[in-house]
C-alpha cells in the first residue's frame, strides 16, 4: 500500500486520493466477481434441483394414482423444438454479449493507449492559449 505524504496542493492531494482509491478498487473488484460468481453457481444449481423435484414429485404422483404420461408424438416434438431453439437462442446472445464485451475492452485499451497522446495536446492547446498573455522578457 502506498504512503500518502502531507502537501497543500491541491492537485498534489488530488493524485494522492485518486491513487489510493483505485489501489483499493483493484483489491476489492476480483473478491467481488468471485462472489457474483460463488451466487450464480449456486442460483443455477437450486433452480436445477428444485425443477428435478418437482418433475420427479408430478412423476411419482402420476404414477402411484395411475395417470397416463404419454404424450402423443407432435406434441414431444415441439417441445423438443421448442427447447432446441431456446438453447440456440441463448447460445446466439451469449455470443452477441461476448462479442461486445470483447469489443467495449478494446475499444478501452485504445482509449487507455491514447491517454497521453490527449495530455499532450491538451497541454500544446493550453500553451497555445497562454502564450499570448505571459510576459516575454
Same mark, same amino acid.
Request: charged fraction near 20%; proline fraction near 2%; aromatic fraction near 10%.
Given at each position: 500500500?502506498?504512503?500518502?505524504?502531507?502537501?497543500?496542493?491541491?492537485?498534489?492531494?488530488?493524485?494522492?486520493?485518486?491513487?489510493?482509491?483505485?489501489?483499493?478498487?483493484?483489491?476489492?473488484?476480483?473478491?467481488?466477481?468471485?462472489?457474483?460468481?460463488?451466487?450464480?453457481?449456486?442460483?443455477?444449481?437450486?433452480?436445477? $434441483? =428444485?425443477? /428435478?423435484?418437482? #418433475?420427479?414429485?408430478?412423476? !411419482?404422483?402420476? *404414477?402411484?394414482?395411475?395417470? +397416463?404420461?404419454?404424450? @402423443?408424438?407432435?406434441?414431444?416434438?415441439?417441445?423438443?423444438?421448442?427447447?432446441?431453439?431456446?438453447?440456440?437462442?441463448?447460445?446466439?446472445?451469449?455470443?452477441?454479449?461476448?462479442?461486445?464485451?470483447?469489443?467495449?475492452?478494446?475499444?478501452? $485499451? =485504445?482509449? /487507455?493507449?491514447? #491517454?497521453?497522446?490527449?495530455? !499532450?495536446?491538451? *497541454?500544446?492547446?493550453?500553451? +497555445?492559449?497562454?502564450? @499570448?498573455?505571459?510576459?516575454?522578457?
Amino acid at each position: 500500500m502506498s504512503t500518502q505524504t502531507q502537501s497543500s496542493d491541491a492537485f498534489s492531494t488530488y493524485k494522492q486520493n485518486v491513487q489510493k482509491y483505485f489501489e483499493n478498487i483493484s483489491k476489492i473488484t476480483p473478491q467481488y466477481f468471485q462472489s457474483i460468481t460463488y451466487l450464480q453457481e449456486e442460483c443455477f444449481k437450486a433452480c436445477e $434441483k =428444485t425443477i /428435478n423435484a418437482s #418433475v420427479s414429485m408430478q412423476q !411419482e404422483f402420476a *404414477k402411484k394414482t395411475g395417470i +397416463s404420461t404419454e404424450i @402423443p408424438s407432435a406434441a414431444k416434438s415441439a417441445i423438443v423444438d421448442t427447447n432446441k431453439q431456446f438453447v440456440q437462442a441463448s447460445t446466439v446472445q451469449n455470443q452477441f454479449v461476448k462479442t461486445t464485451i470483447d469489443t467495449t475492452v478494446q475499444n478501452m $485499451k =485504445t482509449f /487507455n493507449d491514447n #491517454v497521453n497522446a490527449f495530455v !499532450e495536446l491538451n *497541454k500544446n492547446i493550453i500553451q +497555445s492559449w497562454v502564450n @499570448p498573455f505571459t510576459q516575454k522578457n
